[in-house]
Structures are given as structure tokens and as C-alpha cells.
């Protein structure tokens, strides 16, 4: 198959509710929606993951449109591709910016099981009918305010609660979480904000059994977090550390990581992901779907992933309607007793609904 056609739309959705975490707070979820065609104009849709500011990674909307239109459409248009993993090829002289590769290569996916006329989750090698998800909870103002969220959505089905800490925001409302639901299924993601200076803080989580603790130390650190988890009985979980397989492999080597969140954006792609899951699952390090506050496209994407068997943990893949009034696929992503059906259409089993999209729309290019 040949790309012909790209169209890349620059979108602005607002979240039902902000979210923050360790290292700010959103509620205007800005991100590119990619379209891709091809020469029998087929069609495959990507997201990318980059928020408006550079607080996760160093990632933009703007540095990814500045690399999707300057070098990755280019290297792409007119190549004769025939399987998805070689896009990643393609782009690989170009270092880094893993999130604007992945939104591409993510649009090629979807066109090529549209072609084979298979679902996404068929093409990269799943086979679950349904999994299981869990929610991600952003900081809140009291203890009294998250109990009452976490209840709202333990009543809704969600099968394992991960809160958001900050220093000043920790240990206690784990205590007070733990309390309020000894047996939930709970874990707490700290975004970076800790160093090893806070080890004693840090190993008082020890007595709360949780799942694990995900990226306690810097954005870029694997070292530090093999001293820690050392001192630490909850296992840690990797995040924003990992780029790459290589990341990977070099993490549970050195006895970094128990666990590892698999966000496609952050590794360049559903093959570099499908090839972490790989690993890990011959490694036996257990593996789980995260998030980036998704719109549907991005979401379904997810999804695909998560039917892959070494997906271990529940993902932070949850519906549309935790995050939208109105989502940008048709049907929208529902989740019925903490599980998500996965879609048995071709591609990403959901279809674009170019109302809303256009609604949401604040720019557009066309490339071809
Ligand atoms: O660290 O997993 C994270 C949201 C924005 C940036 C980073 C993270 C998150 C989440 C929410 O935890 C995941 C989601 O619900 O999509
Ligand atoms: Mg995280």
C-alpha cells in the first residue's frame, strides 16, 4: 500500500473536569488527529498523545505538527509499505519525537487491518472480546472530595483506582484512601516528583499493599529507581522513563521496574509497544495500557493494545464519558461492569464522526 493523502486536524476539546497531577493541572485537551488515505482511498486514523505544554515529556501539539509536516510525512508519502512495522523504519534516522511517529504509524495500522478487513486488536495479535480498565484520579482538593470520587467510580465498575501523589499530597491520602477501601485494587502515580532524597517518605507507601508505584523518581531517570526499589517492597512501575524497548530492557536488568505502563505515543508506536509486551511477557514483568486523556481515536487505539495477553494489570483506558461530553467516534467507548467490548469491525472498530470532529476542529493541512 502507498500513502497518498494525510490530513492532519488541530483539535481543542474541553474535559468534563481538570486533571491534575504532580506536575499541573489540564482541562483544554488540544492534540493532532491524523487521516491518512490511500491509493484506493481506504482511510486510517491516529492521535497524538503530546499535550499543549512540554510537563510529561518534552512533547508539543506544535513540535508534533512541526515533525509530522516537516519530516515524517515527507519520509512516508508515495512509499510502498507492506506491513505497519516498517513505518517505524522509515522514520527511524529521525531521533526522538516518539509521540508525532506514533500518531502516523498509528493511522497506518488502522488503514492496514481496514484493508485485511480485520479488527486492529486481530492485526497486532490479541485476542481478548473484552478488557478490563481501571481509572486514573487526579489530585484533589481534600481527602473527603477523592473518597467520594473513588466510591463514584468503584459504583460504576472500575476494577483498580490509581491517585495521583504529590509531596504534601501523600502519604496521608493513601492512608486515609486505604482505610476508607481496604481491599480495592489501588495504586498511586507520582509523575516524577520525588528524588532520593525522599526515600523514607516513599518506603512508609510499604504498609498500604498497593499494586505499585509508578514513576516515583525524575522523567528521565533509570538508575535511581533500581537504588530505590531496593529499599521499596511496593513494586515500581516505569512510565514516563520509558521510550523504547531498549529502555525497557535496560530497566529490568538493572532492577528498575517490576512494571511497565505501555502508553503507544511515548514508545513511537503500537509495533515498539507490541514488542515491549514481547519482552516483558518472556521476562515475566507484568504490563498495563496507560493514558493521556485521550479523545476516541487515541482511546480505541488503546484498546486494541490492551487485548494482547501479557496486558496484566487493568488499563487507564476508561469510556468516552469520563472525560467528554461528547466523544469524537461513533458508538463512543462504554465501559459495563469495569469492562470495555472490544470491537469486532475492521481497524480501530469505531467510526469517525466528522460532526463532532469538525466542532472540535481549530486548524487543518492537507498533504499530498
Ligand atoms: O502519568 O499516566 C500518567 C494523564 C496525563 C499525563 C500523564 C498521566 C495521566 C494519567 C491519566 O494518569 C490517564 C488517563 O486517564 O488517560
Ligand atoms: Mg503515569
Redesign the pocket.
Known amino acids: 500500500m502507498q500513502i497518498k493523502k494525510v490530513t492532519v486536524r488541530k483539535m481543542k476539546m474541553r474535559m468534563k473536569e481538570p486533571?491534575a497531577?504532580s506536575f499541573g493541572t489540564?482541562q483544554d485537551k488540544q492534540f493532532l488527529l491524523l487521516e491518512v488515505k490511500d491509493e484506493k482511498g481506504n482511510t486510517g486514523w491516529g492521535e497524538s498523545v503530546a499535550?499543549d505544554a512540554p510537563w510529561?515529556t518534552e512533547e508539543t501539539v506544535e513540535t508534533n505538527l512541526h515533525m509530522i509536516r516537516d519530516f515524517l510525512i515527507p519520509v512516508l508519502l508515495g512509499k510502498e509499505i507492506t506491513h505497519p512495522d516498517e513505518v517505524g523504519a522509515l522514520f527511524s534516522p529521525i531521533r526522538k519525537n516518539n509521540m508525532a511517529k506514533a500518531a502516523i504509524e498509528g493511522a497506518v495500522w488502522d488503514l492496514y487491518a481496514k484493508r485485511k478487513g480485520i479488527p486492529l486488536a486481530e492485526a497486532i495479535g490479541g485476542n481478548r472480546e473484552r478488557i478490563e480498565v481501571g481509572?486514573?484520579i487526579g489530585i484533589q482538593e481534600n481527602l473527603a472530595r477523592l473518597i467520594e470520587k473513588v466510591q463514584g467510580y468503584l459504583d460504576e465498575g472500575y476494577k483498580r483506582i490509581?491517585v495521583?501523589i504529590k509531596p504534601g499530597a501523600d502519604i496521608d491520602v493513601i492512608r486515609g484512601l486505604r482505610e476508607a477501601f481496604p481491599n480495592v485494587p489501588l495504586m498511586a502515580?507520582a509523575?516524577s516528583a520525588y528524588s532520593l532524597d525522599n526515600i523514607d517518605l516513599l518506603k512508609q507507601l510499604d504498609v498500604f499493599d498497593l499494586l505499585m508505584i509508578?514513576?516515583p523518581l525524575a522523567y528521565d531517570d533509570i538508575f535511581d529507581h533500581a537504588v530505590l526499589q531496593k529499599e521499596l517492597k511496593t513494586p515500581i512501575c516505569l512510565?514516563?522513563s520509558i521510550l523504547s524497548l531498549e529502555d525497557v530492557r535496560k530497566a529490568v536488568e538493572m532492577g528498575s521496574t517490576k512494571v511497565i505502563?505501555v502508553?503507544i505515543g511515548r514508545v513511537g508506536g503500537l509495533s515498539e509497544a507490541k514488542r515491549i509486551h514481547d519482552y516483558c511477557m518472556a521476562n515475566g514483568i507484568p504490563v498495563w495500557c496507560?493514558?493521556?486523556?485521550?479523545a476516541g481515536i487515541g482511546r480505541a487505539h488503546n484498546i486494541a493494545l490492551t487485548t494482547l495477553p501479557n496486558f496484566v494489570f487493568p488499563g487507564?483506558?476508561?469510556g468516552s464519558s469520563?472525560?467528554w461530553e461528547k466523544d469524537i467516534i461513533k458508538p463512543e467507548v462504554v465501559v459495563e461492569d469495569g469492562f470495555i467490548t472490544v470491537p469486532d469491525e475492521p481497524g480501530i472498530g469505531y467510526t469517525p464522526d466528522f460532526q463532532t470532529i469538525d466542532e472540535f476542529t481549530t486548524a487543518s493541512y492537507h498533504f499530498e
Not at 496507560?290 to 485521550?294: F, I, R, S, V
Open positions: 486533571f497531577t489540564m499535550f510529561y481509572i486514573s490509581k495521583k502515580d509523575n509508578e514513576q512510565d514516563e505502563n502508553k496507560g493514558g493521556m486523556l485521550e487507564d483506558t476508561a469520563r472525560y
